[in-house]
């Protein structure tokens, strides 16, 4: 089935620190696997994604990693700052006869404290 | 200048009652979707549009009707609201149906008393 697990549901840490959230997933015909940043009473958006065929990216303070083989992916997040604040989703999208669709995690809640 | 607008941001009705939520998206893309995000933040896609066809239709009791008048406008009819339908609902919308990545609205929050 399509299913995708993250953790941990919250996470805190002090400004400066490093954040880091785990996904997994089911659907081994998953080739694309974006992190979006929800802002209270905002729509989703997303800040970085990784395409199957790629086991790393990285964007500034962001980086993402993924492990096709134990069907593991995961957010890093350097040097946080209080704006970081936010509930940040992962995603895994199975190709299904011929679309794309997002299957997204329950939610990461992070909370970074000057 | 909003890439994904939804009307209206709040919803309050009673229970029974019949209601619609307007998505308009100004990205030129050809898809759209809505989503529903219960009270623990659970994202789940209810239903996608590709060029005003119907692509994805998740498990979804038949009162919830989407209706693509054009790809631009993806709207969303729920008859005999019930009390578990409260929920913020986002629509979203994606240049094609491929691994790309999906603009959301602000969502439309509806509690159902």
């Known amino acids: 089935g399509e299913n995708v697990e993250q953790h941990p549901s919250t996470l805190s840490v002090q400004e400066g620190d490093s954040a880091v959230i785990k996904c997994t997933y089911s659907?081994?015909?998953?080739?694309?696997f974006p992190w979006y940043k929800q802002e209270l009473g905002k729509g989703p958006q997303l800040i970085i994604d990784i395409r199957s065929n790629v086991g790393e990216k990285k964007d500034q303070r962001i980086a993402v990693t993924l492990n096709k083989t134990a069907k593991h992916f995961s957010l890093h997040i350097t040097e946080t700052q209080p704006e970081d604040s936010a509930v940040y989703f992962c995603?895994?999208?199975?190709?299904?006869?011929?679309?794309?669709?997002?299957?997204f995690g329950a939610g990461t809640r992070l909370a970074v404290h000057p | 200048d909003t890439a994904v607008s939804q009307t209206p941001k709040y919803l309050v009705t009673q229970m029974g009652n019949d209601k619609s939520i307007k998505c308009e998206q100004n990205l030129g893309h050809d898809t759209m979707y809505w989503y529903k995000q219960d009270s623990k933040k659970f994202l789940k896609i209810m239903f996608s549009y590709n060029n005003k066809e119907l692509i994805i239709n998740e498990t979804v009791p038949n009162r919830f009707s989407p209706k693509s008048p054009d790809k631009a406008h993806l709207n969303l009819h729920i008859n005999s609201l019930e009390l578990g339908d409260s929920a913020v609902y986002f629509c979203?919308?994606?240049?094609?149906?491929?691994?790309?990545?999906?603009?959301f609205g602000p969502g439309t929050r509806l509690l159902v008393l």
């Open positions: 995603a895994a999208s199975p190709l299904r006869g011929g679309y794309n669709k997002l299957i």
């Open positions: 979203a919308s994606s240049p094609g149906t491929g691994l790309e990545t999906q603009y």
């Open positions: 659907d081994s015909a998953s080739n694309y």
